[in-house]
C-alpha cells in the first residue's frame, strides 16, 4: 500500500455535546484523517491521474498550482510519491505552517503578494499560469475549474457517506471553497436518494448573497477584490446541486470550530467551524429520523496561531475567550 492508498475511506463521527437538545444525528466526514491532513487530496489526485491518463503530466513533469493552502499540500504529497517536481505559487498572507508543510514535502515554494486584482500579473493564478507555461513539463493543476475536482468527490466521498450512514443520510452539509466538495458529494448523493444539500458561507461571501467583503475564515467562501468587483463563479461549483446556502459569521465559526476541540475532542480548522454551525440549525429543524452528515475539511493544527491562540483573537478584534473555548458576550 502507498501512502496515496490512505486517500479517503475516513471515518463518521458522532457529534454528542454541541449537540444538546438535538433530536437528529449529526456525524463529522473525518476529512481531516487523510495523509496530506486535508479533504484535498482527493481532488488532488483526481486531477493527478486524469491529466496522467491525457498526457498533459508525464514522467519528470512538474505539477504547478497557485493555492494558499490544502490543495498545495495534497499535490506536494502526490508529487513526492510519484517522482514528479511540484512548483506552489502562494500569496504572502499564507500561514509560515502552510509554507513549510509544502516545503516539507520539497515542493518549490514562490511566494508573491496577496489582496492583489485578478488582473494584476502578480495575482497568485497569473504567476502560477505564467510558470507552468514556461516551465518545461510544466502542468496547471487548476482545481477552480477542472472537472476532476468534483469528479473525486461523486466518485469517492458522496458513495462512501451513502455506505457509512447505511442510506440513511437525509442532509449533507459542507463549505463552499471552488466547491468541488459539495458539488460532487451533492450530485451523488441526490442521485442515491432524497438527500438534501446545504452550503456554509461565511457571512459576507458572494455565494449566500454576501456582498464579498473580507472575512477571516480561511478557504471557503468567495471574496470579492473591492477594485475589480469580480464575482465570478468556478466552475467546479455546480449551484443546482445545492438546496440551501446557510450563512455563518466569523465570531460563530471560531467559536464552535474552539467548542469542537473543548468538547467533543476534535481538533479542527474555521471551515469545519462554519459548516458545523450551518449543520446545527438544519438538524435543529429535523426529528429523530433526520441524519446530518457534515464535512471536516482539515485538522486545527494549521491554525494553532490563529482561531486557537488568545492573543490572536484580541488583536484581530474578536473578544477574549472565556470558559470552554466560548468567546466572551462584548461585541468585537
Ligand atoms: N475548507 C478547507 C480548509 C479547504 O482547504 C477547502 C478547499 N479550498 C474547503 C474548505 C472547500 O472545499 P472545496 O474547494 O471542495 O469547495
Redesign the pocket.
Known amino acids: 500500500m502507498s501512502v496515496l492508498d490512505a486517500i479517503g475511506d475516513t471515518p463518521l463521527i458522532r457529534l454528542t455535546r454541541v449537540t444538546a437538545g438535538i433530536a437528529a444525528e449529526v456525524h463529522l466526514k473525518a476529512e481531516f484523517l487523510n495523509p496530506g491532513g486535508?479533504?484535498?487530496d482527493r481532488?488532488a489526485l483526481a486531477m493527478v491521474e486524469a491529466a496522467e491518463e491525457s498526457g498533459e503530466l508525464r514522467p519528470g513533469g512538474v505539477i504547478v498550482e497557485g493555492t494558499s493552502?490544502?490543495?498545495g499540500i495534497g499535490l506536494a504529497m502526490i508529487a513526492a510519491q510519484r517522482g514528479y517536481r511540484a512548483l506552489v505559487v502562494v500569496p504572502d498572507k499564507s500561514s509560515a505552517e502552510k509554507v513549510a508543510t509544502l516545503r516539507a514535502y520539497g515542493a518549490e515554494v514562490v511566494i508573491t503578494v496577496g489582496g492583489v486584482p485578478r488582473e494584476d500579473p502578480r495575482h497568485v493564478s497569473q504567476v502560477a499560469a505564467r510558470l507552468a507555461a514556461e516551465t518545461p513539463g510544466g502542468w496547471l493543476a487548476g482545481?477552480y475549474d477542472n472537472p476532476a475536482?468534483p469528479g473525486a468527490?461523486r466518485a469517492t466521498t458522496g458513495p462512501e457517506i451513502w455506505r457509512q450512514t447505511g442510506r440513511r443520510v437525509t442532509h449533507f452539509v459542507?463549505?463552499?471553497?471552488?466547491?468541488?466538495?459539495?458539488s460532487g458529494t451533492g450530485a451523488f448523493l441526490r442521485s442515491a436518494g432524497p438527500v438534501t444539500i446545504v452550503g456554509a458561507d461565511p457571512e459576507n461571501s458572494v455565494y449566500g448573497g454576501g456582498d464579498g467583503s473580507p472575512y477571516y475564515v480561511?478557504?471557503?467562501g468567495h471574496y470579492v477584490h473591492p477594485a475589480t468587483a469580480e464575482d465570478v463563479w468556478p466552475e467546479?461549483?455546480h449551484p443546482h446541486v445545492v438546496d440551501r446556502i446557510e450563512r455563518v459569521g466569523d465570531r460563530e465559526s471560531i467559536e464552535m470550530t474552539r467548542r469542537l476541540a473543548r468538547e467533543e475532542g476534535v481538533l479542527v480548522?474555521a471551515?469545519?467551524g462554519t459548516a458545523v454551525v450551518a449543520a446545527l440549525r438544519v438538524a435543529r429543524e429535523l426529528g429523530p429520523d433526520g441524519l446530518v452528515v457534515v464535512l471536516a475539511?482539515?485538522s486545527g493544527r494549521a491554525y494553532l496561531s490563529k482561531y486557537f491562540d488568545d492573543g490572536w483573537l484580541r488583536r484581530n478584534g474578536f473578544p477574549a475567550p472565556v470558559a470552554r473555548g466560548s468567546l466572551a458576550a462584548a461585541s468585537p
Open positions: 486535508s479533504v484535498k481532488a493552502g490544502n490543495t482545481q475536482n468527490h459542507a463549505g463552499v471553497g471552488t466547491g468541488g466538495t459539495i480561511e478557504s471557503i467546479s461549483y480548522g471551515s469545519t475539511p482539515d
